[in-house]
T-cell receptor, first 112, second 113 residues
């Protein structure tokens, strides 16, 4: 158990809908990262938050947004969902800039 | 930008034997980190080992060791004494100063009894 929790574990929704994925980092970790793992794109970095502030952005679509709250949990919002958004979404956290990131169990999103 | 290349899409290894998973990286950063993660069929990403670009010694964690050759830009993972539970996807990743991880395409390892 990495100490990072993600909910829900599975999510099935229809095209055009909006969903929110939630992540709680390990105790004491200030950085939260979101990654997407899909069959065609592999594992890709989406966005990073550090202590409530956006720190880095990767290949995140404009339909997607994220935030980190004062209690350090983070949410990834995906809107106007398309079939191609079906993927495993991981949250990871770290307590130092140059140290390992611990991954949550992931949320498997299926868009039908 | 960083790039990670894992040239072995899949490989078989006999139980109790050692296996080497290849990873080459491309980066213009002076300071970077290299990681290996294991992803079993259940889907979770498990951190295995870390090597900093300024570390002169190769990293080791139990049965895992990282063969770091900086001049060749390679960071191969060696798993010694393979076990059936080692069957999984293995990802090599680099960490840029911006702290995001860039992953390779992965290598699927199947341990045969």
């Amino acid at each position: 158990d990495s100490g990072v929790t993600q909910t829900p574990k599975h999510l099935i929704t229809a095209t055009g809908q909006r969903v929110t994925l939630r992540c709680s980092p390990r105790s004491g970790d200030l950085s939260v990262y979101w990654y997407q793992q899909s069959l065609d794109q592999g594992l890709q970095f989406l966005i990073q938050y550090y202590n409530g502030e956006e720190r880095a952005k990767g290949n995140i679509l404009e339909r997607f947004s994220a935030q980190q709250f004062p209690d350090l949990h983070s949410e990834l919002n995906l809107s106007s969902l398309e079939l191609g958004d079906s993927a495993l979404y991981f949250c990871a956290s770290s307590n130092r800039d140059d140290y390992e990131q611990y991954f949550g169990p992931g949320t498997r999103l299926t868009v039908t | 930008a960083q790039k990670i290349t894992q040239t072995q899409p899949g490989m078989f290894v006999q139980e109790k034997e050692a296996v080497t998973l290849d990873c080459t990286y491309d980066t213009s950063d002076q300071s970077y980190g290299l990681f290996w993660y294991k992803q079993p069929s259940s889907g979770e990403m498990i951190f295995l080992i870390y090597q900093g670009s300024y570390d002169e010694q190769n990293a080791t964690e139990g049965r895992y060791s990282l063969n770091f050759q900086k001049a060749r830009k390679s960071a191969n993972l060696v798993i010694s004494a393979s076990q059936l539970g080692d069957s999984a996807m293995y990802f090599c990743a680099s960490q840029s100063p911006g702290n995001k991880l860039t992953f390779g395409g992965g290598t699927r390892v199947l341990v045969k009894p």
